[in-house]
T-cell receptor, first 114, second 113 residues
Framework: DTEVTQTPKHLVMGMTNKKSLKCEQHMGHRAMYWYKQKAKKPPELMFVYSYEKLSINESVPSRFSPECPNSSLLNLHLHALQPEDSALYLC?????????????FGQGTRLTVV | GESVGLHLPTLSVQEGDNSIINCAYS??????FIWYKQESGKGPQFIID?????DKRQGQRVTVLLNKTVKHLSLQIAATQPGDSAVYFCAENMDTGRRALTFGSGTRLQVQP
C-alpha cells in the first residue's frame, strides 16, 4: 500500500463553520505533512509532524489547527476561515523527517470558503 | 485571492519528441532533489530523485541532471507522450535543520498529438 488517502475530496464551508480534513497512510511512515496549493502555484508547506509531534509550523494562522492522533492519521481542523483560504490542501508522508526521503502525496482536498 | 494573469511557464512539444524541463534552486546546502508530476485535480506524483553526490540519474524514459555549480536541475523526458501532459515541479530538501521539501514554481508540459 503506497497510498496517502485524504477525505473529503471536496469541501465547501462558510466562514463561521468548523470542519476537519483527514489524511491516512499505512506505509509505516513517521513524518506527515500538510501543504497548501493555490491555483497555478507550487505546494507551500504548512506543518510537519515527526513521530506524532509537531516539528514545523510555517507561521500558519491559528484558524488552521493540525492534529496527529497516531502514526497513521493526520487531521487539519478548520475554524473561521476566510475566502482567501480556498485552495487545494495536500497531505504527504515520508519515511522520516530526515533529508533524502521521498514524500508521497494524497490527492488533496479542494476547499472552498464562502 | 489569486493573481489575475498569472501563468505557469509552458513547454509545448510534439508527441514523440524529447522534452527538457529546467529548474533553478537557490540553496547550495540542499542535498536531495525530486521531480514531481501533477495532473489536473490530483496530488503531486513522484517521478525521479537525485542526491547531491550524483550528477545524473536515469529512470524509465526520464533522466534527471544536477549541476551543483550553477544550482540547476533538469528533467529530460524521452519520446514524450500525451499522457506526459501535466505540471512538473522540482522540489529540494534543504539541509539546514528545516527538513521538508520546498517546491519550485513549476512548468506546464503540453504534448501536441
Amino acid at each position: 500500500d503506497t497510498e496517502v488517502t485524504q477525505t473529503p475530496k471536496h469541501l465547501v464551508m462558510g466562514m463561521t463553520n468548523k470542519k476537519s480534513l483527514k489524511c491516512e497512510q499505512h506505509m509505516g511512515h513517521r513524518a506527515m505533512y500538510w501543504y497548501k496549493q493555490k491555483a497555478k502555484k507550487p505546494p507551500e508547506l504548512m506543518f510537519v509532524y515527526s513521530y506524532e509531534k509537531l516539528s514545523i509550523n510555517e507561521s500558519v494562522p491559528s484558524r488552521f489547527s493540525p492534529e496527529c492522533p497516531n502514526s497513521s492519521l493526520l487531521n487539519l481542523h478548520l475554524h473561521a476561515l476566510q475566502p482567501e483560504d480556498s485552495a487545494l490542501y495536500l497531505c504527504a508522508s515520508s519515511q522520516s523527517h530526515q533529508g533524502g526521503t521521498e514524500a508521497f502525496f494524497g490527492q488533496g482536498t479542494r476547499l472552498t470558503v464562502v | 485571492g489569486e493573481s489575475v494573469g498569472l501563468h505557469l511557464p509552458t513547454l509545448s512539444v510534439q508527441e514523440g519528441d524529447n522534452s527538457i524541463i529546467n529548474c533553478a534552486y537557490s540553496n547550495s546546502a540542499s542535498d536531495y532533489f525530486i521531480w514531481y508530476k501533477q495532473e489536473s485535480g490530483k496530488g503531486p506524483q513522484f517521478i525521479i530523485d537525485i542526491r547531491s553526490n550524483m550528477d545524473k540519474r536515469q529512470g524509465q524514459r526520464v533522466t534527471v541532471l544536477l549541476n551543483k555549480t550553477v544550482k540547476h536541475l533538469s528533467l529530460q523526458i524521452a519520446a514524450t507522450q500525451p499522457g506526459d501532459s501535466a505540471v512538473y515541479f522540482c522540489a529540494e530538501n534543504m539541509d539546514t535543520g528545516r527538513r521538508a521539501l520546498t517546491f519550485g514554481s513549476g512548468t506546464r508540459l503540453q504534448v501536441q498529438p
